[in-house]
C-alpha cells in the first residue's frame, strides 16, 4: 500500500451525509488533484465521529486538526493553508480544541470525548469502512482467528459468560447464557441472527456502528455461530437506512473474497454465510419472535414464548439472535480477554453503552460511555448543557418502551438495574433531553401516538387498549379531561401491562406510568387548572397582550386572520379569546415582545 | 386514511421484464416474498393490485398473503408518490425540536393530509420515523434531498425550490 503524507478523513455517516460530506469529499479531490497532491494526501470517508450536531465533520491528520461545520466553499482553503503550507485554518476549528494561537488539542481532551470510552465504536470515525484492509491493520479478524484455531466452542461461550456482556438491545439478558441456551439445543440446523431493525425513534448507535465499522459485526457473528454450532447467519436491518445496508453489503461482499465467510474459514473445518434481510417499516419487528417471522417473509406478528428462539427460532431452528451494539463487544472481549473487561463498568452491567444523545442539548450525537456514568456527567460534561440557558426538566431513555428520568435523579449511575428502579429502561440508547419547554403530557401522548401506529393488532390489550390510553390521553390535552380520567388512564396502564402479548404491549404504557409518577402536577395542571404549564398543548393555551409593552402599533390586528385583535392606535390592543383560534400569527409579528401565550 | 385517488396502472415491457427477473432469482429461497416486494416497489416505485398478482403467480403465493404483507408494513405502498415525496421525521428527537409544527405547516402550504398526493401529483406527504439524523433535528426530507435544523420559517423556501 502507498503511503500518504496526511490523511483527510470526512465522516459518512447519516448525520453528516445529510449535511452535504459527499460534497466534501467530492471537493477535496478536485483541490488536491489542481495542487497536484491528490498522490501525497489521501482523502479518506469513515462511519459517525458521533458529534453529529457539528456536521459535516472533517480531521486532518498527523496534525489531528478537527474541523467542524465544513462548507464545500471552506475546502480549497484548507487544502491551500493547511495541506499545501501546513498552517492550520483556525476559524474552521472546532472552538473547544483550540487552546492558543499555535496550538490545537487532541480529541480526547475535548470535553465531549474525555469521559466516552470506546469499544463498540472503536473504529467509527477512524477507518474507512469499505475497506477491509484498513479493518484488518486495526487488528480486524485476529479474534475470529484466534477462536477458530486456538479455542473450543464451549470456551468461547465461557469466556462472554464471564464477561458478564448483557443484551444491548435493551432487556439486558446475559449474552453469554443466551449462547448457552442456544448451544445447548439440539438440532441438525441452527442460526445466528442480528437485530438491526433499529426501531426507536432518537436511537442511531446501530446504524452508526454498521456504517462506521460493518466488519466488527460480521466477525463477532462469525465467532457466535462457531459457539453455538450454526452456519448461516441472517441480519435483518431496516430499510431505511440505506447507506448502512449498502456498507455491509460491501463488507460481506469483500470477507467472502478473503474467505473469512463461506467453507473451511481459517483451514478450520467452520463453514458460515450471512446474509442480510431488509426490514420494512414495523416498529415490531425488533421484538424477537416477531423479527424471526419477518424473516420468514410473513406479516411481522410476535408468537407467545416458550418455546423461546434459542430453541425454535428462525424456521422452525435453534437460533441466536442479539443486537449490533452487543456483536460489536464481542471481539473485544476475545481479544482483551473477560478480566479486562469486567474492570469496566457497575458490579452488574459490565463494559460500556452507546447513546444517542438527542432533543434539548448542545453536542447531540452519539457518545459510549462507561456504564455508572451519572445522567448529569452526559448531559452537562459530555452534552455541554442545555441551549438557551433553560433549564433541564427530564431525560427520556427506553424510547416508547421506557421513561423519564427527572431532574433530582439527574445524579443516578447509568446501568441497567438502577434505571428499572427508578421507572425507566435502557432501552437500545436512545436518550432525549427536554427543558422546561416540554410538555411531559404531551411526550406521553407522542408516545402513544407511535404505539397505537405500530401496535400489530394481534392481541386485543395493545391493539384496543393503547388506543384507549391515546383517546383519555387526547381528552386530557384538549382541556376536557377530569381527575377520575387520570386514575382510568392509570388502572388501564396496569391491565396492558399485564396481558399484553410481547415486549411492545408489555411496555407500551410505560411512558405514562413514568410521567405520572414523576410530573403528576402537569396532568393536575391540565385536568384542574385546564393550563399546560409547557405552553405547548394548544388548546389549553390562551394568548395575551400586556399592555406595558404594548405600543398600540396595531402590526397584530392587521395580521391576525380572524380579526380577533382590536383597539386603539398608540394604545394597548386587546385580544379576545373567544374569536382567537391560537394561530400565533400576533406574537411572531410583535416587535416589542408584548404577545406571550399562557 | 383519507380516500386517495389513484391514477390507472402503467406498466412498461421493461419494468415487468424486470420484475420476472427479480422473481426468478428469489424463486424457491425461504422468505422470499418481502425482498421480491422491495425489489418490486422500487421498480414501479409503489405496489398495485396488477404488481401483487404478478408476483402471487411468480412466486406461488396466495393474493391473500401477499396483500397481508404489503399492508403490515409501512415502507410498502399500493398508492403511488408524487413526483417529489416530502417526508417530514416525527422520531423523537425532531419532535422535541418542533418537527410537528413543520409538518402543519407543509400541510397547510401543500393543502394535504400524510399520506396524500396533491392533485397535480407534484407532492405527497409523508411522516416518517426516525431517519437516523438526530444531530440535525428537525429534519425533512425531499425525495433523496435532506434539510435539517430547520424552523417553521425554512418550509416556504425548501418547497418553492421544487415548484417549478
Redesign the interface.
Same mark, same amino acid.
Given at each position: 500500500m502507498e503511503l500518504a503524507r496526511g490523511h483527510v478523513l470526512v465522516c459518512g455517516g447519516?448525520?453528516c451525509?445529510?449535511?452535504g460530506s459527499a460534497k466534501i469529499i467530492e471537493e477535496f479531490e478536485n483541490c488536491l488533484k489542481d495542487k497536484g497532491l491528490e498522490n501525497e494526501i489521501k482523502v479518506v470517508q469513515t462511519g459517525c465521529f458521533g458529534?453529529?450536531?457539528l456536521?459535516p465533520i472533517v480531521i486532518v491528520y498527523p496534525e489531528g486538526a478537527f474541523y467542524s461545520m465544513v462548507k464545500p466553499e471552506d475546502v480549497s482553503e484548507i487544502v491551500e493553508e493547511h495541506l499545501l503550507k501546513g498552517r492550520i485554518v483556525k476559524r474552521l476549528l472546532y472552538q473547544e480544541t483550540v487552546v492558543d494561537e499555535d496550538n490545537v488539542k487532541s480529541l480526547n481532551e475535548v470535553d465531549f470525548y474525555k469521559k466516552q470510552q470506546r469499544i463498540a465504536l472503536v473504529n467509527c470515525g477512524v477507518i474507512n469502512p469499505e475497506s477491509i484492509d484498513e479493518y484488518i491493520a486495526f487488528g480486524g479478524y485476529t479474534a475470529l482467528g484466534k477462536v477458530l484455531t486456538e479455542m473450543k466452542p464451549q470456551e468461547v461461550i465461557d469466556e462472554i459468560k464471564e464477561s458478564g456482556l448483557r443484551g444491548r438491545g435493551g432487556g439486558g439478558f446475559p449474552t453469554g447464557l443466551k449462547w448457552q441456551f442456544t448451544a445447548n439445543s439440539q438440532g441438525d440446523k441452527k442460526y445466528v441472527a442480528c437485530n438491526a431493525d433499529? !426501531?426507536?425513534?432518537?436511537? +442511531?448507535m446501530d446504524?452508526s456502528i454498521l456504517e462506521g465499522d460493518p466488519h466488527s459485526l460480521i466477525e463477532a457473528m462469525a465467532i457466535a455461530a462457531y459457539a453455538v454450532g450454526a452456519d448461516q447467519g441472517y441480519v435483518y436491518i431496516r430499510?431505511?437506512?440505506p447507506i448502512a445496508v449498502n456498507r455491509l453489503r460491501i463488507a460481506i461482499d469483500q470477507a467472502k473474497e478473503y474467505g473469512l465467510l463461506g467453507e473451511n474459514i481459517f483451514e478450520s473445518g467452520f463453514n458460515f454465510d450471512l446474509d442480510i434481510?431488509?426490514?420494512?417499516?414495523?416498529?415490531v419487528c425488533g421484538e424477537e419472535t416477531a423479527l424471526m417471522t419477518?424473516?420468514?417473509?410473513?406479516? !411481522?406478528e410476535p408468537r407467545p414464548r416458550p418455546p423461546f428462539p434459542a430453541v425454535k427460532g428462525l424456521?422452525g431452528k435453534p437460533t441466536l439472535l442479539n443486537n449490533v451494539e452487543t456483536y460489536a463487544n464481542i471481539t473485544a472481549i476475545i481479544n482483551n480477554g473477560a478480566e479486562w473487561f469486567k474492570q469496566i463498568g457497575t458490579e452488574k452491567s459490565k463494559g460500556t453503552k452507546v447513546f444517542?444523545v438527542?432533543?434539548?442539548i448542545k453536542n447531540?450525537?452519539l457518545v459510549e460511555i462507561p456504564m455508572g456514568t451519572t445522567l448529569r456527567e452526559i448531559v452537562y460534561e459530555i452534552g455541554g448543557g442545555i441551549p438557551g440557558g433553560k433549564k433541564f426538566k427530564a431525560a427520556?431513555t427506553g424510547?416508547p418502551s421506557g421513561g423519564c428520568i427527572p431532574a433530582d435523579l439527574i445524579d443516578t449511575p447509568i446501568d441497567y438495574d438502577s434505571l428499572i428502579s427508578i421507572g425507566s429502561m435502557m432501552g437500545s440508547g436512545?436518550l432525549?433531553v427536554?427543558d422546561e419547554d416540554?410538555c411531559m403530557v404531551d411526550?406521553a401522548k407522542?408516545?402513544l401516538e407511535f404505539t397505537v401506529d405500530e401496535s400489530?393488532g394481534k392481541c386485543a390489550p395493545c391493539r384496543i387498549g393503547t388506543k384507549r390510553l391515546l383517546e383519555i390521553l387526547e381528552k386530557i390535552t384538549s382541556g376536557k379531561g377530569t381527575l377520575e380520567d387520570i386514575d382510568k388512564l392509570e388502572e388501564l396502564c396496569y391491565s396492558i401491562k399485564n396481558a399484553a402479548l410481547c415486549g411492545l404491549g408489555q411496555t407500551a404504557p410505560n411512558p405514562i406510568l413514568s410521567t405520572l409518577r414523576y410530573f403528576r402536577d402537569e396532568y393536575i395542571a391540565h385536568v384542574v387548572d385546564k393550563k399546560c404549564p409547557a405552553g405547548v398543548c394548544k388548546a389549553l393555551l390562551s394568548y395575551v397582550i400586556d399592555p406595558d409593552k404594548c405600543k398600540g402599533c396595531s402590526l397584530c390586528a392587521k395580521k391576525c386572520p380572524v380579526g380577533a385583535i382590536e383597539g386603539v392606535v398608540k394604545n394597548p390592543f386587546t385580544i379576545d379569546t373567544n374569536k382567537c383560534i391560537k394561530c400565533g400569527v400576533c406574537m411572531e409579528s410583535c416587535k416589542f415582545g408584548a404577545i406571550s401565550k399562557k | 386514511m383519507a380516500e386517495i385517488k389513484a391514477p390507472a396502472f402503467k406498466d412498461t415491457a421493461e419494468q415487468s421484464a424486470k420484475l420476472q427477473e427479480v422473481i426468478a432469482k428469489f424463486k424457491g429461497t425461504?422468505?422470499?416474498?418481502?425482498?421480491v416486494?422491495?425489489e418490486a416497489q422500487s421498480i414501479y416505485g409503489y405496489l398495485p393490485y396488477e404488481v401483487q398478482k404478478a408476483i402471487s403467480e411468480g412466486l406461488d403465493v396466495p393474493m391473500a398473503?401477499i396483500y397481508? *404483507?404489503v399492508s403490515?408494513?409501512?415502507? +410498502?405502498s399500493i398508492y403511488p408518490k408524487g413526483t417529489y415525496n416530502v417526508a417530514v421525521c416525527?422520531?423523537?428527537?425532531c419532535? *422535541?425540536?418542533g418537527s410537528g409544527d413543520i409538518i402543519d405547516k407543509i400541510k397547510e402550504k401543500l393543502g394535504i393530509e400524510v399520506g396524500q398526493c396533491t392533485d397535480d401529483g407534484r407532492f405527497s406527504l409523508e411522516a416518517?420515523?426516525?431517519?437516523?439524523?438526530? !444531530?440535525?433535528?428537525p *429534519?425533512l426530507t425531499v425525495n433523496d434531498d *435532506?434539510y435539517?435544523r430547520l424552523t417553521v420559517d425554512d418550509v416556504d423556501d425548501i418547497l418553492s425550490k421544487y415548484m417549478d
Open positions: 447519516t448525520g451525509t445529510s449535511s458529534l453529529c450536531a456536521g433499529e !426501531g426507536d425513534p432518537g436511537a +442511531f446504524r430499510a431505511e437506512y434481510r431488509l426490514g420494512a417499516g414495523a416498529f419477518s424473516i420468514e417473509g410473513h406479516r !411481522g424456521f444517542a438527542g432533543g434539548k447531540t450525537g427520556q424510547g436512545g432525549i427536554m416540554t411526550i407522542f408516545f400489530c | 425461504e422468505g422470499a416474498l418481502i425482498p416486494l422491495h398473503e397481508g *404483507v403490515f408494513y409501512t415502507q +410498502f416525527l422520531g423523537t428527537a419532535y *422535541v425540536k416518517t420515523r426516525c431517519i437516523g439524523a438526530c !444531530g440535525l433535528a *429534519v *435532506v435539517g
